[in-house]
Each structure stands twice: as C-alpha cells, then as structure tokens.
C-alpha cells in the first residue's frame, strides 16, 4: 500500500490555521532565543579571534592571562627580536612590535556610567601587523606626539572621542587625529598612541606584549622552543589567533550555558505546547483514521503521516524564528570581556552552520512533541475510530 500522500498533511495544517500560527508561533521563539544565542556567541568569536592573524605571534610574561597583566623588560623584548624566524620588512628590519597595554575609564555618550577601554601604544611596525587596520577618518599619529587613533566602536560610543576631539589621561592630553576601522575585529573596541610616550606617561619602565610576524606560520615551533629553552626569558608565545581565542573563552562559555539552559527551558513549553496540539488533531479526525485504516492504509502510514505535520508545523516556526533571529545581525551589543576587563563591542552573526543547526533543534522539537499523538492515531482499531464519529 501507497503512503498517505504529502498533501493530506499540508491540507490538515491550512484548515487549522489559527492553531498551526498559534503553535508555530510559540516554536519561533523558542528557535529564535536559541538562534540568538548561537549567533552572540559566533559573533564574540569573530570579533577576537579575527582580531589575529594566522602567522603573527604574541608574546607575554608566562603566567600572564592577558596583556594588561603582562611585564616585558626591554633587555627581553632585544632577545625576543633577535629570533631568525621573524620576518624582515622594509630595510630588512624585523617585524616586530613593542606594545603596551593599559585600561582607561571613559564616559559612555548614553549616560555618566563609565567603562574600561584599552590604549594599546604600538610600535612602528603594529599597523603593518593588523593588514584589517584601515584609517577611515583623519590620518595616522604622529610617532613620539601626544596623538591618538580611536577605533570605530569607540568613537561611536564614547564621549569626546570624536575626529579633533581632545582626550585627557596619565595627566596628559591627547588629540585625536584619526578614526580607523579593524574589520569587526576586537581592535575597533581599542585606543591606539605610539609606545613610547604611552610609557612614559604612565611612567612604565617595560612593555606589556610584543607582536612579530613569522616568516613562515610552519616555524612558530622553532621559535617558541627558543623562547623556553633561553633562561634569561620567563615569556611564552601563542599564535595570535590562539591567543585571543583564549580571551574570549570565559565570556563565550558563559553565553553558551545561560543560553542554551533558557532555550531547552523554553522547548519544553514548545514542545509540550506541539504535543497538546497534535493530540487536539487526533481526537478530533478521528473518523478520518478510521477511513484511512478501512482503506488499506497501514498503522505505519498513518504514523508517519501524523509525524510529517509535527515536523512540518515545526518547521514553520524553525524558519519564522531564523528569519527573526537573521534580523538581529544589525544591531551591535557592548559588554565586558572578562579576562581583559574592557569594554568589547560585537555583532550578532549568522552562518550556514547556526541555520543547519537551528533548523535541527526545530526538527527535534517535533518530533518530540509529535511522536506520542502519532503513536495514539496508529494505534486506533478501525472499529473503534469508525463508532466515534
């Protein structure tokens, strides 16, 4: 015997309509919430791990889980430059950058709460190191001035961090002569000056960090075997990727776990909600069951005719919820990274990945919640369907 046809669900689910909204309705939020989630936490991700490049390095003090809490002395940073494996720019000097790293507090322009901010004083080569790093707005510092370049994320949420605008700190006052943009990346969120007079305004006698570039991305072992086999050095390198995925594993973790527990919270409503609604279905075609058995239909075929309209009514809200949650990609959201204690700003994003997987969780909820009511109606005698109508 032949299958019950594809239309048969589809029809039932229109000659609902009220409850099919109402139903699916309730799945798009649960889909939408657990969208969401996903697509903060791929956005967070993006944002810091896209801050590096595949074949730069960053080196700290060892034990240090972030650059502010690093110390570098310069007789260190003279040896770390001396490595062969570091690439060789302009004039055959090495690209390497001298960083350090400090937290500011600035005033938001959405009120007096104020919120932490990194300065990262750069060496001459830091800009050669960030190919994302563009000036979109004014020009470059000056190196050894008091001037500054703010990311975009900051100018846009900061108060007197415009193009001109004059920014005091360390006792010092900066003039900010450009705007620059980072593709997204962690950068957009930072305050860049040259190191120099950074140091010295925050009277620091060592550097936080230093950035190079690799040769060759496959010779990062042979460096950082050196860096630990020197004994005058108590540093550690790490890919940069590596090293700002690490800055984003605290924050990304806690994202998962709020999200995910307040998504599977809500399935169960979801769910629970679907199952009410499939079972309304078989109670009131009962005699349609009945029809279909006496007409040769097999208990399996009605089975899977029943879990067809679960998934399919489950499939409406899945792509309604995704259809909402695509939408959130243009707002951007600031927080505190927690390993740095500075303010990050990130967009919602969405992949392939996060829709597949959306999708599936959309499916899931359906199948659940649409497995007992199609077990009843398989299990229904033709007899017993056919008297109660």
Known sequence: MKPIPLSYSLRNLWARRLTTALTAGGMALVVFVFAAVLMLDQGLKEALVDTGQPDNVVVIRK????????????????????????????????????????????????GDKP?????????????ALRPQLRVVEGRMFRPGSSEILVGSSIAQRFRGMGL???????????????IFEAGRSGFDSE????????LQTFRRNAFSSLVFRLSDAADFPAARQT???DPRLTLEAKLERTFYTDQSAMLSNFINILGLTLSVIFSVGAVIGGAITMYAAVASRTAEIGTLRALGFRRSSVMVAFMVESLLLSLLGGVAGLAAA????????????WQSFSELAFSFRLTPAIA?????????????????????????KIVDALRAS
Do not use: C
């Not at 940073?77 to 004039?91: C, D, F, K, T, Y």
């Not at 305050?191 to 950074?198: C, M, Q, R, Y």
């Not at 959306?358 to 398989?378: H, N, Y």
């Open 63 to 110: 034990g240090s889980e972030t650059e502010v809490q690093s110390v570098i002395e310069r007789s260190q940073a003279a040896l770390v430059e001396s490595l062969p494996q570091i690439a060789r720019g302009a004039g055959g000097l090495p690209l390497v950058s001298r960083e350090t790293v400090v937290l500011i507090t600035l005033a938001k322009r959405d």
């Open 115 to 127: 919120a932490n901010v990194i300065i990262r004083g750069v060496g001459p080569a830091g800009a």
């Open 164 to 178: 001109g605008d004059a920014v005091r700190f360390g006792g010092r006052e900066w003039r900010v002569v450009g």
């Open 191 to 198: 305050i860049w000056g040259d190191a120099d007079p950074l």
């Open 227 to 229: 860096l630990d086999a």
């Open 326 to 337: 695509s939408l959130m990609q243009a707002f951007t959201i600031s927080t505190m990274n």
């Open 356 to 380: 597949v997987k959306t999708l599936l969780f959309a499916l899931g909820m359906g199948f659940v919640g649409g497995f007992m009511p199609a077990a009843r109606a398989a299990r229904m």
